[in-house]
Antibody
Framework: EVQLVETGGGLIRPGGSLRLSCEVS????????MSWVRQAPGQGLEWVAV???????HYGDSVRGRFTISRDNSKNTLYLQMNNLRTEDTAVYFC?????????????????WGQGTTVTVSS | DIQMTQSPSSVSASVGDSVTITCRAS??????LAWYQQKPGKAPKLLIY???GLQSGVPSRFSGSGSGTDFTLTIHSLQPEDFATYYC?????????FGQGTKLEIK
């Protein structure tokens, strides 16, 4: 069964650090593109970061320089290291498999999602 | 960054109705667009990829169209389980961006 399970969320003070994990089953993270998407309370979706199967990485503007996406192929797990956290980083964080784009400008979407893990940044 | 603007922000409809949601990109995104459905407390679900491709397992009453800057998601013959929030997302250039969402409510 294809499944993503996020862990690592919690309450953290501004300026602190947290590492989220996304344990993958049913497919191999090493050969997949993987994204993090977040959703602040009562708000819409915000794309955070992506790591491609060839290790190319991109970040959203609001997290670049503070967050780091990575994976451990031996554990089949995706990570999001979050440093210098701000109150505006408070959100539910989802990991998702990103099916990427074809050379003909066809994007295949994020087809498998975890249930999310909640991060609360507050003093 | 590419801005994605959805309209309307909310819409009320009845079971059996048809609804169309529009998504406009601030610049050309080709067909690098996806649509998602999200219900409260749940993860988003992929409905449409490549602007008009129906994701496996999604009912055929959902359809997408458009290319470039203007896109639509149409739901025919609304069912009770379709009342949710819908998001478009562009993946033509980084950073990827989502529309602000359209909440579909029961009239």
């Amino acid at each position: 069964e294809v499944q993503l399970v996020e862990t690592g969320g919690g309450l953290i003070r501004p300026g602190g650090s947290l590492r989220l994990s996304c344990e993958v089953s049913g497919f191999t993270v090493r050969t997949s593109h993987m994204s993090w998407v977040r959703q602040a309370p009562g708000q819409g979706l915000e794309w955070v970061a992506v790591i491609y199967n060839v290790d190319t990485i991109h970040y959203g503007d609001s997290v670049r320089g503070r967050f780091t996406i990575s994976r451990d192929n031996s554990k089949n797990t995706l990570y999001l290291q979050m440093n210098n956290l701000r109150t505006e980083d408070t959100a539910v964080y989802f990991c998702a498999r990103d099916m990427g784009r074809s050379p003909k400008y066809y994007y295949y979407g994020m087809d498998v999602w975890g249930q999310g893990t909640t991060v609360t940044v507050s003093s | 960054d590419i801005q994605m603007t959805q309209s309307p922000s909310s819409v009320s409809a009845s079971v059996g109705d048809s609804v169309t949601i529009t998504c406009r990109a601030s610049q050309n995104v080709n067909s690098n667009l996806a649509w998602y459905q999200q219900k409260p407390g749940k993860a988003p679900k992929l409905l449409i990829y490549a602007a008009s491709g129906l994701q496996s397992g999604v009912p055929s009453r959902f359809s997408g169209s458009g290319s470039g800057t203007d896109f639509t998601l149409t739901i025919h013959s609304l069912q009770p389980e379709d009342f949710a929030t819908y998001y478009c997302q562009q993946a033509n250039s980084f950073p990827y961006t989502f529309g602000q969402g359209t909440k579909l409510e029961i009239k």
